[in-house]
């Protein structure tokens, strides 16, 4: 069985069991909701279609990372640690793994040869443009079946709902997860 439908599965087979395993729920354990069940089955459906354009099994901490060399260009090491706001060693594992891919590179630097440049590669930029195409076809499927109104409102309360989560968290690692 193809990965993304594995987790899509696991996505439908937990939100079954979660609302029958337990007929009588505490406050803590209530049924979910109308609106919570709609973003779990969303959640899991975009999980599933990341999956499939993500062979290289990129986690979204690397992810940030490649994009903010898109965004940014060459950085080092500490600033990437301080615009992501992880840790050294948290970003040092991030980096390890992009390079064994060979998604990014990292050369000395001019000035101080101690410290390293990150840079992204040809692949790194391959693999941003997948992810890019995926995101614009999801795009266009929910743009297929949404009026032009429907989707300005769609628009405006994913990021309604996006900066009321973001500015909910607790921690910058949580806002950065």
């Not at 600033?79 to 793994?97: I, N, Y």
């Not at 890019?132 to 989707?151: H, I, K, M, Q």
Request: net charge negative; glycine share 4%.
């Amino acid at each position: 069985m193809p990965r993304a439908e594995a987790a899509a599965e696991h996505c439908e087979a937990r939100m079954t069991t979660v609302s029958e395993s337990d007929p009588t729920p505490t406050d803590a354990q209530a049924e979910p909701d109308e609106l919570e069940d709609a973003l779990t089955h969303l959640q899991c459906v975009l999980v599933a279609r990341r999956t499939r354009t993500n062979p290289e099994h990129v986690t979204w901490q690397q992810y940030d990372v490649l994009e903010n060399l898109r965004l940014r260009g060459r950085m080092t090491p500490s600033q990437l640690s301080e615009a992501l706001g992880v840790s050294r060693q948290s970003l040092s594992k991030a980096l390890r793994f992009l390079k064994d891919r060979e998604l990014v590179t990292q050369v000395a630097d001019g000035t101080d040869r101690r410290e390293l440049t990150t840079t992204l590669t040809a692949a790194g930029r391959q693999f941003l443009n997948r992810a890019a195409d995926s995101r614009r076809d999801a795009a266009a499927v929910a743009g297929s079946v949404l009026s032009p109104g429907e989707r300005s409102i769609f628009a405006e309360l994913c990021k309604k709902v996006a900066d009321a989560l973001y500015d909910q968290a607790q921690t910058p690692l949580e806002r950065d997860a």
